[in-house]
């Protein structure tokens, strides 16, 4: 049986003190975290300057007078790295300035043992109040009964403090399924010893890679697997699967979609749902990469942080319209059997960590260095910032997976116009026969 990592046990006394559990299969993170510090437009010629972090982003003063005099218990598993944890403390600490009566439980689960250990605790009652989960699990995670429908609850309330890109990440068929606390999604990334100078339009990009050949180095190093390319749509005025839809292959959209994988392929190598893209990069052989903001810390370990930057979607010179990237986000998950007065004390928590204040200390690029979900977000420094700016552009990943035939559909076409150099229209046709066969279901 799975026994998560209990972090901490905050508890109403403001005079006990932290008590820290050490299970058998996991190391504690707040250990972790003592051990790590202890170790631890166009092309112009004017290259650009390195973004610079101005320090911690300044946290508001904690209200040390109690306002409340609710009290309940909520627990909490998350899969964040130290430096979250302890920016998540901090927040349970103010939290608890204010409600002294709420008590809290963290436990840390690797991200990759997560799905597994809810199952193992739903089986014997023992689910957290809260889970910290991809948005990409809200229905699996509904529909296994391991979460609860939050539409007859208020969720008005937090619905306006987030942006709509990443609320749509919390939504499906009317049902409110997760409350987002955080964004990902792909950006586009460039090595600035390789390409000084940012691209402004997909022409750019082009030009970018032919200056580079016979040097052994590329210009994009390109994936154009569904979830990369899928949302360059959006630079063609419309997206090409909606709702789990069939594609409409006879569109403008279509059409113009083919024809920009097509041009970009001339940035630089292509390749389908593979780490290819992504290994160029990191041996400094590519100049930009389509990637996720999640892999961040492992791009700037291989390029050095002065190294890597984000840079602003280019635009399509076809369309006017930018490219753009998937966007998901991390959701705080109700558990389906919480007590009434439980879920009081973790809705308020969860409406704590939505609020301005909260969602600025947690992007501290010195702390959590997350990416915040809050609609009235300021300009946040460095390269959470750059992550910030380039995500809100981006295009939300649909909440139902589409087809598997209909996917490979259209990566096949894609495969045809950028790496077979198959006419477009060609590729059009064929895939239109192709989706004709796929069986109804």
């Known amino acids: 049986m799975y026994t998560p990592r209990l972090l901490s046990q905050m508890v109403p006394s403001q005079t006990q003190g932290l008590k820290v559990g050490i299970p058998r299969l996991l190391v504690s993170i707040l250990m972790a975290t003592w051990l790590w510090a202890c170790v631890e437009s166009e092309p112009t010629s004017t290259p650009e300057p390195v973004i610079v972090d101005n320090g911690p982003t300044p946290a508001p003063t904690p209200d040390l007078q109690p306002t409340s005099e609710m009290t309940g218990s909520v627990s909490l598993w998350v899969t964040w790295k130290p430096e979250g944890v302890r920016a998540l403390n901090e927040r349970i600490e103010s939290f608890q300035s204010r409600h002294p009566g709420f008590s809290f439980a963290v436990s840390y689960i690797p991200a990759e043992e997560l799905r597994t250990a809810l199952d193992e605790a739903q089986a014997i009652g023992t689910l957290p109040s809260l889970i910290l989960a991809p948005s990409t699990w809200a229905r699996e995670l509904f529909e296994s009964e391991l979460t609860q429908d939050l539409s007859d609850q208020p969720t008005d309330e937090f619905r306006v403090r987030v942006h709509p890109l990443p609320w749509a990440q919390a939504t ?23 390409a000084p100078i940012p691209a402004a339009t997909l022409e750019g990009l ?57 041009g970009l392929a001339l940035a630089g190598p292509v390749v389908f749902n593979s780490d290819e893209d992504r290994d160029l990069f990191e041996r400094g052989q590519a100049g930009w990469l ?46 389906s059997n919480l007590k009434p007065e439980d879920f009081e004390a973790a809705w308020e928590f969860v409406g704590f960590l939505l609020s301005e204040d909260s969602q600025l200390a947690l992007s501290n690029p010195n702390g959590a260095g997350h990416i915040p979900v809050h609609i009235s977000a300021p300009p946040l420094p460095g390269h959470v910032g750059q992550m910030h700016s380039a995500l809100l552009e981006g295009t939300a990943l649909p909440t139902l997976d589409p087809r598997p035939e209909y996917v490979e559909v259209l990566q096949r076409a894609a495969r045809a116009v950028s790496v077979l150099g198959t006419p477009v229209d060609l590729a059009l046709q064929r895939a239109i026969a192709e989706l004709a066969a796929v069986p109804d279901v």
Not at 307 to 331: C, F, H, K, M, R
């Open 172 to 194: 499906h068929q009317g049902q409110v399924l997760g409350i987002p606390i955080r964004m990902h999604g792909n950006v586009l990334y460039r090595n600035r010893e390789l």
């Open 206 to 262: 082009v030009e970018a890679d032919q200056a580079l050949r016979g040097t052994f180095n590329e210009g994009v190093a390109q994936d154009y697997g569904f979830r990369n390319s899928a949302p360059f749509a959006g630079a063609c005025g419309g997206q090409l699967l909606l709702d789990g839809s069939a594609p409409d292959l006879e569109s403008p959209i279509a059409r113009c979609w083919l024809e920009l994988l097509q």
């Open 290 to 335: 389509i990637e996720s903001t999640e892999n961040f810390n492992r791009l700037s370990a291989a390029l050095g942080e002065g190294g890597l930057t984000i840079d602003p979607w280019p635009v399509y010179q076809e369309t006017g319209e930018s490219l753009a990237g998937y966007v998901w986000t991390e959701n705080v998950y109700f558990a």
